[in-house]
């Protein structure tokens, strides 16, 4: 398991390391953006960017590639023998603000999805 890395990006990823995440989070991934209120008034927003595969080294590419990132181990239904699934998260707001001004222009499927995003983060 690759070891724990820091948990913002800081530095401008090459072309094709953004082409690269932005396939993974197109393809394998997810950007969940979900409204909340405490007090029936005031909205803020949960925002999380998911990758997740079953190939540990492919993950290891991921969290390479962004510099930073906690690759986190789950097992679903060993009994029915499912793969592993490994997963990296990314909450911090600055964060998903850094990494989808670099690679919003590569994303296809969840472009619409992470143009909400930026704003909510921004």
């Not at 090459?14 to 950007?31: H, N």
């Not at 510099?67 to 911090?92: L, M, S, W």
Request: proline share 3%.
């Amino acid at each position: 398991m690759p070891k724990r890395l820091k948990s913002q990006l800081n530095h401008k990823l090459k072309a094709w390391e953004r082409a690269y995440i932005a396939c993974a989070i197109d393809t394998e991934g997810t950007v969940y953006l979900d409204p909340r209120t405490t007090d029936g008034v005031h909205v803020h927003y949960l925002a999380d960017i998911i990758i997740a595969n079953t190939d540990e080294r492919f993950m290891a590419k991921i969290q390479e590639i962004l510099g930073f990132g906690n690759i986190h181990e789950h097992h679903y239904a060993p009994e029915k023998h499912y793969k592993t699934v490994y997963t990296i998260h990314i909450t911090r707001k600055n964060t998903i603000k850094d990494l989808l001004e670099q690679i919003s222009p590569y994303l296809v499927i969840k472009k619409k999805i992470a143009k909400e995003m930026l704003k909510v983060v921004s």
